[in-house]
């Protein structure tokens, strides 16, 4: 099961961290990723982070680099998204998912939150 949290309104520029609580499987072996689905398009995948065993490597897709960062707490079993520089174009649904490989499509995860809106608007 996963199950996130921290999204809200926000200001363009500014700040949130989204959380992601896991379990029923530890983040040691699973690749946890974050995607998000603003309304009338497709899901995107936003960034991943692959299991300990994997040397927890992250990616991002191309928009969000530099602006957003994914981290994980093992020991707890959480997974973090920080979100800087927000814009308007980052208002979505944003869910994070389980998954087996390092990848940002959506069909490499085989289970996922109900999402928490993220709206950036002044």
């Known amino acids: 099961q996963l199950v996130e949290s921290g999204g809200g309104l926000v200001q363009p520029g500014g700040s949130l961290r989204l959380s992601c609580v896991v379990s029923?499987?530890?983040?040691?072996?699973?690749?946890i990723g974050w995607f998000r689905q603003a309304p009338g398009k497709e899901r995107e995948g936003v960034s991943c982070?692959?299991?300990?065993?994997?040397?927890?490597?992250?990616y991002y897709t191309d928009s969000v680099k530099g602006r957003f960062a994914v981290s994980k707490d093992d020991l707890n079993n959480m997974v973090y998204l920080q979100m800087n520089s927000l814009k308007p174009k980052d208002t979505a649904v944003y869910y994070c998912?389980?998954?087996?490989?390092?990848?940002?499509?959506?069909?490499?995860?085989?289970?996922w939150g109900q999402g928490t809106q993220v709206t950036v608007a002044s």
């Open positions: 029923g499987f530890t983040l040691d072996v699973w690749t």
């Open positions: 982070i692959t299991s300990s065993m994997s040397d927890s490597k992250t």
């Open positions: 998912a389980e998954g087996r490989v390092a990848s940002l499509a959506d069909i490499a995860y085989d289970y």
